[in-house]
Nanobody, 127 residues
Framework: QVRVVESGGGLVQPGGSLTLSCVRS????????IAWFRRAPGKKLEGVSC????????YYEDSVKGRFSASRDNAKNTVYLHMSSLKPEDTAVYYC????????????????????WGQGTQVTVSS
């Protein structure tokens, strides 16, 4: 059985920072693509970031480059999304998703390439 749990969402003021975590369990291989997606109100699901568990290679959507940073702690089976300089348009439900093909990050794969999803965590950026 495989499982993904996100946490760390909440309310933050514009310009503030927040860190999300994604804990996985039941995965037996060393190399996976772990992506962050988000769905803002009234908008389609959007890919935000991706990290490869084995070598730490990362990808970022243009809208978050320079503001968001993904990292991993494989000893804890955890991936983090560090968010800074947050904007109201970053408000969304953020999802962690894991795919079995590590090349999914390099290829900027869409949501259908990821097999296991967390429940989502709400991030609200507002004054």
């Amino acid at each position: 059985q495989v499982r993904v749990v996100e946490s760390g969402g909440g309310l933050v003021q514009p310009g503030g920072s927040l860190t999300l975590s994604c804990v996985r369990s039941g995965f037996t291989l060393d190399s996976y693509a772990i992506a962050w997606f988000r769905r803002a109100p009234g908008k389609k699901l959007e890919g935000v970031s991706c990290i490869v568990t084995s070598d730490g290679e990362t990808y970022y959507e243009d809208s978050v480059k320079g503001r968001f940073s993904a990292s991993r702690d494989n000893a804890k089976n955890t991936v983090y999304l560090h968010m800074s300089s947050l904007k109201p348009e970053d408000t969304a439900v953020y999802y962690c998703a894991i795919g079995g093909d590590p090349s999914s990050c390099d290829s900027h794969a869409g949501a259908d390439e990821y097999d296991t999803w967390g429940q989502g965590t709400q991030v609200t950026v507002s004054s």
